[in-house]
């Protein structure tokens, strides 16, 4: 199983980036994907989840509207767009997958994912 995390960079306060994820070494489209992040110190918090069929999606409480998350099940690759970024946005991301869809109260009452996380993709906020 494998996570390949890019997109991330540096952006001003305001701005916008769209993070990818590619999956592979398991049935894609029959896990639940999710996104999490951590900044220095900090323990890893969930950004956002999204269901095998995109029916459903759930969001940590911090993101407030300003991050979607999306996916395309024939390219095995999930999307979240970070809009509105903030100086807090800044940490690095990661996705994981999980093989049940389950609210993001669960997701961040019990971080993590089915896999073991990939290198992630460093985003920084910053003027």
């Known amino acids: 199983v494998q996570f390949v995390e890019s997109g991330g960079g540096l952006v001003q306060p305001g701005g916008s980036l769209r993070l990818s994820c590619v999956a592979s070494g398991f049935t894609f489209s029959s896990y639940a994907m999710l996104w999490y992040r951590q900044a220095p110190g900090k323990e890893r918090e969930f950004v956002a989840a999204?269901?095998?069929?995109?029916?459903?999606?759930s969001y940590g409480d911090f993101v407030k509207g300003r991050f979607t998350i999306s996916r395309y099940n024939a390219r095995n690759t999930v999307y979240p767009q970070l809009n509105e970024l903030k100086p807090e946005d800044t940490a690095v991301y990661y996705c994981n997958a999980h093989h049940q869809y389950y609210s993001g109260s669960y997701f961040s009452d019990n971080p993590g994912g089915t896999h073991s996380w990939g290198q992630g993709t460093q985003v920084t906020v910053s003027s």
């Open positions: 999204i269901s095998q069929s995109e029916r459903f999606t």
